[in-house]
């Protein structure tokens, strides 16, 4: 049981230029959740996803998109990549109900835009 | 919306002593409340949570949480700290998808524990 998996782990992307940010979970959990994480300001909430087929803005989502066509992945584009964006990325899942349950995190992924 | 306050960046303690960090928390109606511990370069680990019942909680690590709903608060306590509890802790709130809360799971900016041996 591999919990929930991001890749990659680290990345340098030049100014301008796109990406997408992998995270997959087999635990058939519901609820998947993009977390951006810089020091001193805790995590903040990109997007969410309450099921297949359907995603919701969190706090700060300009600049990212996300889909979720299936229920384990839940990819996270960035378009045009600016500095404001390096930052640790955290993907979380919770299995149906987040009032239930706790969330699993990934291993996160460092991301510099230079 | 639902918010969360760790008013705290960075606490110091010596290993033996006790522990207490703070956790606010700013939502209408019950919030179901956790508190997650970050250690260098890994993901979020849960230490305890909150839903109802006992204001009381235990967790794992020795650590346990009170719940205040006079107060706001749910603050995370430990009777003696040791070396290997280095680590970031955040607490976090659920508002619930019934009370129009979207299920969305928020953190607060987190407290830095450093442990003096």
């Known amino acids: 049981n591999a919990g929930v998996t991001q890749t990659p782990k680290f990345r340098i992307l030049k100014i301008g230029q796109s990406m997408t940010l992998q995270c997959t979970q087999d635990?058939?959990?519901?609820?998947m959740y993009w977390y951006r994480q810089d020091p001193g300001m805790g995590l903040k909430l990109i997007y969410y996803s309450v099921g297949a087929g359907i995603t919701d803005k969190g706090e700060v989502p300009n600049g990212y998109n996300v889909s979720r066509s299936t229920t384990e992945d839940f990819p996270l584009r960035l378009e045009l990549a600016a500095p404001s964006q390096t930052s640790v990325y955290f993907c979380?899942?919770?299995?149906?109900?987040?009032?239930?349950?706790?969330?699993?995190f990934g291993q996160g992924t460092r991301l510099t835009v230079v | 919306a639902q918010s969360v306050t760790q008013p705290d960046i960075h606490i110091t303690v010596s290993e033996g002593a006790s522990l207490e960090l703070r956790c606010n928390y700013s939502y209408g109606a019950t919030p179901y409340l956790f508190w997650y511990v970050q250690s260098p370069g890994q993901g979020l680990q849960l230490l305890l949570k909150?839903?109802?019942?006992?204001?009381l909680v235990q967790g794992i690590k020795g650590f346990e949480a009170e719940f205040k709903r006079s107060q706001s608060s749910f603050n995370l306590r430990k009777p003696s700290v040791h070396w290997s509890d280095a680590a970031e802790y955040f607490c976090?709130?659920?508002?619930?998808?019934?009370?129009?809360?979207?299920?969305?799971?928020?953190f607060g900016t987190g407290t830095q524990l450093k442990v003096e041996l």
């Open positions: 976090a709130v659920v508002a619930s998808r019934l009370t129009g809360g979207g299920n969305k799971l928020t």
């Open positions: 979380a899942s919770i299995w149906k109900d987040p009032l239930n349950t706790e969330a699993f």
């Open positions: 909150y839903f109802s019942g006992d204001t």
């Open positions: 635990m058939n959990h519901n609820y």
